[in-house]
């Protein structure tokens, strides 16, 4: 099993000009997560369980999962997904018991999901906001749209800095709330 | 200051369970370090291909990147010559396209708090032998991605899973 501390940083981006206030996107919003842990989960053996088996095992040791990204072609399949910091001794745990190979699985530790709001299903936000982490280095361990927004998935110490970044390109309300949620929501059975 | 509100569900809710047949949906695996590249060909999409249905993007091998895009079936011919053209300077990246893919989402109350979501739907649809090629849940939103032919299977299964409460 391969823990890491720090996601591999991106380079090798071509120039981009500082952006003029007419070209910057106007969104809703941008928001943080709580600190998450990342796993990824590769092409289990005949040995491993499936990910739908590990799925269940996960919800039946009632451990959340508040990102998923998962993708399956002929054998191979990747999977990457959050959860709660506090969940990732037994995550382990679980892996272990379905006996994931340590090779197929990849964990950082310290993660944050950085959603943006809305994505209006458009290319020239998304690209934006892709070249915005890869121009200064930021990585990228996975990202989703969803309905409205784009997930993505970076290191948690780089959040605030990012989203100074992402201020560059994009503009935000005046009255925009805290990036961080006050509160935090738990199921407990 | 801690809150505990009670609820119950038999099934879980859904506020809408969606399918969009027919699409098209192109993989591209690069590497890492040329995510500024391929970022700044994702804008140039939005020219000709106007808009996404699903992006998704996670590490493939060491130092490489997967990035999924879904899209209508009408842009599918546009997004094959650009990625043509765009492949030729860059031999490290392989591309291929899906050509029928069967999109179905949904959403529900506070899907990003609660454990066994994901569970229910992939559980339900492995029990019918039905595979997802993608999926990317994030917020209140699952998105799943499935072989043309087997997408209206997987919206019954998962319309029989999960309960939308409609109004009498």
Request: glycine share 6%; charged share 20%.
């Amino acid at each position: 099993m391969c823990v890491e501390g720090i996601g591999s940083p991106l380079k090798n981006v071509e120039n981009v000009e500082p952006m003029e206030e007419s070209t910057r996107i106007r969104i809703g919003g941008i928001k943080f997560s709580e600190e998450l842990a990342h796993v990824t989960v590769v092409s289990p053996s005949r040995e491993e369980a499936s990910f739908d088996d590990l799925l269940q095992l996960l919800s039946s040791r009632h451990i959340n999962l508040p990102f998923l990204c998962h993708s399956h072609k002929e054998s191979h399949t990747k999977s990457s997904f959050c959860i709660s910091r506090d969940d990732l001794g037994r995550v382990q745990e679980a892996l272990h018991f379905a006996s994931y190979n340590h090779g197929n699985v990849r964990i950082i530790p310290s993660v944050g999901t950085l959603t943006l709001f809305p994505h209006r299903n458009s290319f020239r936000l998304l690209g934006l906001v892709l070249m915005t982490f890869a121009e200064n280095d930021y990585p990228i361990h996975s990202l989703s749209t969803s309905i409205s927004a784009i997930a993505l998935n970076t290191d948690f110490r780089h959040l605030d800095n990012i989203a100074d970044k992402l201020a560059e390109v994009v503009i935000l309300p005046e009255n925009h709330a805290p990036f961080r949620q006050e509160f935090r929501l738990t199921q407990l059975f | 200051m801690e809150t505990i509100a009670v609820y119950w569900e038999a099934r879980v809710k859904v506020y809408s369970l969606t399918e969009k047949p027919g699409l098209a949906m192109g993989v591209l695996f690069f590497p890492t370090q040329r995510t500024g590249y391929w970022s700044g060909r994702l804008m140039e999409l939005e020219a000709s291909l106007n808009r996404f249905e699903l992006v998704t993007c996670h590490g493939a091998e060491e130092g490489r990147m997967q990035l999924s895009v879904v899209i209508e079936a009408s842009g599918r011919d546009t997004l094959l010559k650009l990625m043509d053209d765009w492949l030729q300077g860059e031999p490290s990246a392989q591309f291929m396209i899906e050509e029928q893919v069967d999109l179905v989402f949904l959403h529900g109350p506070h899907f990003q708090d609660r454990f066994g979501i994901a569970d229910t739907a992939f559980s339900a649809l492995a029990k019918n032998n039905i595979r997802i090629m993608l999926s990317g849940c994030a917020g209140t939103s699952m998105y799943l991605v499935f072989a043309g032919d087997e997408g209206s299977t997987a919206m019954k299964i998962l319309t029989d899973t999960f309960l939308i409460p409609t109004v009498a």
